[in-house]
């Protein structure tokens, strides 16, 4: 086995698509490997992995290790932990980085219990530094930033939050190598079936992949007022966020929540109306490129991290902006 440390990816995809978190880490790891002298490997679990190699090429990835079984067809904890275990304690990477979504999350710290190692479990960094992998992850409310650090010999488990880095959009050029391992699965790995899927009824949301985001907390006073961000996020082709408190009180349902225990996003533009900027909040959505808040209170902590600040009544300025948004938009239109 060679010296040269190799930094793993176990790559999220769906449909033949890797997810960006995947790419993400990718291109994160390949700085991390660049740093160390070492690898970047992609990790590949399914059913049929190898034509993913192409959607990862252009991210530096110097192999992909394809592991395909007929019981990986769809993601369960017991047969992806014994197939990626196995293919792990041969190789014996430096780390593993898998997205912390809801089946990464799971994934990770399974992983880490099945080879007996630690895990730092929703990280929103991961460093190299003299020498070693350090992760950082928020704790005790984002009051402070834990650096974690494995003190057990091994491959070092970490799960990382999608928009942590910029997503850098599929590349161009040749795919890396292709390595076939086998997956070896005990029978008691096999003893549950995933037999379909059902959408959830109502409106659908995908806040991780919005480029525009516009998010409303209790100075929007009532839930019906929610329906002024709707058309202000239609103009501008964004998707409704919201604060944890307006979730809690009913006001829109959880898939839109933005936060420590909500969504974390990365969009080009967030405009949070009435919301105050509690801590909680800011872990979310504090790295948008551009964010314009709008408060009646101009003690308001979100303005503290705001590109542009709107002091005054959101009621009365979402309609206005609205307006001057399709205004904008008509006179560029073709006659």
């Not at 990816?9 to 660049?34: T, Y």
């Not at 037999?195 to 409303?216: M, P, T, W």
């Amino acid at each position: 086995m060679s010296d040269t440390k190799e930094f793993w990816v176990a790559i999220e995809h769906w449909k033949g698509e890797v997810l960006p978190v995947s790419r993400e880490l990718l291109a994160r790891s390949r700085e991390l490997a660049d740093a160390a002298g070492g690898r970047v490997v992609a990790l590949a679990l399914g059913a049929d992995t190898k034509p993913l190699a192409p959607k990862i090429a252009g991210l530096g990835v110097d192999e992909m290790i394809s592991v395909d079984h007929a019981e990986l067809l769809r993601y369960r904890p017991r047969p992806f932990v014994e197939a990626a275990g196995g293919v792990i304690s041969k190789r014996r990477p430096e780390a593993v980085l898998v997205g912390a979504t809801v089946n990464g999350r799971e994934f990770a710290a399974a992983l880490a219990a099945h080879l007996d190692l630690g895990v730092a479990a929703d990280c929103t960094g991961i460093e190299w530094e003299d020498g070693k992998i350090v992760g950082r992850r928020p704790v005790y409310g984002n009051r402070l930033i834990e650096s974690v650090e494995w003190l057990k010999e091994g491959p070092r488990i970490a799960s990382v939050r999608p928009r942590a880095y910029a997503d850098p959009g599929e590349g161009a050029g040749d795919p890396p190598p292709v390595t076939e391992e086998p997956a070896t699965l005990s029978e008691d790995a096999c003893d549950a079936e995933v037999v379909g899927f059902k959408k959830e009824e109502g409106e659908s949301v995908n806040l991780a992949d919005a480029n525009v985001i516009v998010a409303g907390g209790r100075g929007l006073q009532a839930a019906e007022n929610f329906a002024l961000l709707s058309e202000l996020a239609g103009e501008l082709d964004g998707a409704v966020g919201a604060s944890r408190a307006v979730v809690d009180s009913g006001w829109i349902p959880y898939p839109h929540q933005v936060g420590q225990t909500g969504k974390t996003v990365r969009p080009n533009l967030y405009i949070a109306v009435g919301i105050s900027g509690a801590i909680q909040h800011l872990a979310g959505m504090k790295t948008s490129e551009v964010i314009y808040a709008v408060n009646k209170d101009p003690n308001a902590p979100i303005f503290k991290v705001a590109s542009y600040g709107f002091v005054g009544d959101a009621l009365e300025i979402v309609p206005k902006l609205t307006k001057k948004i399709r205004e904008r938009k008509g006179a560029a239109s073709p006659a």
